[in-house]
Structures are given as structure tokens and as C-alpha cells.
């Protein structure tokens, strides 16, 4: 699938297979994230990889209390990244958001589904999560946005609005 296919067909997942993904698969992905724009070239974004299936189920748990519902808000994903920039930061938000969306791409391109998932911010400032913000070493840093990942079971895509947002200047 070249660029312009993947840009213009890519749809988020929220329903996987429990097989993982291939590691080759994801160190490409990766190498997308790491390859992002960053302002003044800072590159100071970090990508936390999550695949041991009790630590998903328990950082799910801490996502689901900020939700404030008793679901699964990783979809049972296999796989589940979060993306990290530097506290003091001023681009961090900007910069992390631009890796999330290259890896999202570069997944949809490698037949990957993916979503974006909320509340990375303040499930990292919950206590179990600055537990595990220390065990990463990344006390100074906060959370952009979870990415989960995995073979795809079933895609739902969302239908696009094409008309009315793009002005002629
Ligand atoms: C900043 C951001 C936050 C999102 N948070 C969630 C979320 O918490 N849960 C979820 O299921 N999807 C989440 N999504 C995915 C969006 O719902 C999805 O991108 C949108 O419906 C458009 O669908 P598409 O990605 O298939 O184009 C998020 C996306 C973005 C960009």
C-alpha cells in the first residue's frame, strides 16, 4: 500500500485477534513514530511498549478509572504503546500527537489495526501509574496518548466529511 492509499483509507480498530504481532512488523512502525516531524528537531518523544497481557489489564484499569466506566478501554488489544513527551516541553503535545498519527498510518499500511486512546495523561498521574512511569524512568515526562494495536478481527470504518472543510483562501 503506498503512502496516499494508507492516508486516505486508514480507519481506526477496536477489535483484534489475540495473535501478536510480528516483532519485524512493529520495529518498522516504530522506526514511523521515531521518524516524525518535531519542533526545533527535538525528538524528545518516548514510546512505552506494553505487551506482557497482565500489565495491559492492569494499565486498562487505571485508563477505565479515569473513564469512569467498568469497561475494557484497550479493546483487548495484544499490544498497547504509549507515547510520552518531556513535562517542560512547550511543542510536547504537538510532537507526541505526530508520532501517534505516523505509527496509526504506518500500521494501517501493514494491515495493523490501531486506535488512539484517551486519558494517557492523567492515568499516568493516578498512583499506580506513577509506579509505572518510574519503572520506564519517565518521572518528568507525561502521557500524549495511548496507541492499541493488533491483527485486525472485525473493522467498523468511520465515514469521513469530505464536503465543507477545505476553504479557498
Ligand atoms: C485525540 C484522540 C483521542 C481518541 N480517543 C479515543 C478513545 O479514548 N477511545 C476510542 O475508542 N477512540 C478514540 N479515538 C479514536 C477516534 O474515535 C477515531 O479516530 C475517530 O472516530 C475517527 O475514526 P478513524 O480513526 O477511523 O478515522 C481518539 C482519537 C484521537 C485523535
Redesign the pocket.
Known amino acids: 500500500m503506498d503512502a496516499i492509499e494508507a492516508l486516505t483509507t486508514?480507519?481506526?480498530?477496536?477489535s483484534f485477534k489475540q495473535e501478536q504481532i510480528k516483532n519485524e512488523e512493529l520495529q518498522t512502525i516504530l522506526a514511523c513514530g521515531l521518524n516524525a516531524p518535531s519542533g526545533k528537531n527535538k525528538q524528545s518523544s518516548k514510546i512505552v511498549i506494553v505487551q506482557n497481557q497482565e500489565e495491559i489489564k492492569e494499565l486498562s484499569k487505571l485508563n477505565a478509572i479515569i473513564?469512569g466506566k467498568d469497561v475494557d478501554?484497550f479493546?483487548g488489544a495484544p499490544t498497547v504503546c504509549f507515547i510520552f513527551v518531556p513535562k517542560d516541553e512547550s511543542n510536547g503535545i504537538k510532537d507526541g500527537?505526530l508520532v501517534?498519527?505516523a505509527m496509526?498510518t504506518g500500521f494501517y499500511a501493514l494491515n495493523i489495526g490501531s486506535?488512539?486512546?484517551?486519558?494517557c495523561k492523567e492515568m499516568f498521574e493516578l498512583e499506580k501509574g506513577q509506579q509505572y512511569l518510574q519503572k520506564w524512568h519517565l518521572e518528568d515526562y507525561v502521557g500524549v496518548?495511548?496507541c492499541i494495536l493488533g491483527y485486525v478481527e472485525k473493522a467498523l470504518?468511520?465515514k469521513?466529511i469530505l464536503e465543507n472543510r477545505i476553504i479557498q483562501g
Open positions: 486508514r480507519r481506526s480498530c477496536r473513564f478501554p479493546y500527537s501517534i498519527g496509526q486506535c488512539w486512546i484517551n486519558r496518548g495511548c470504518p468511520e469521513k
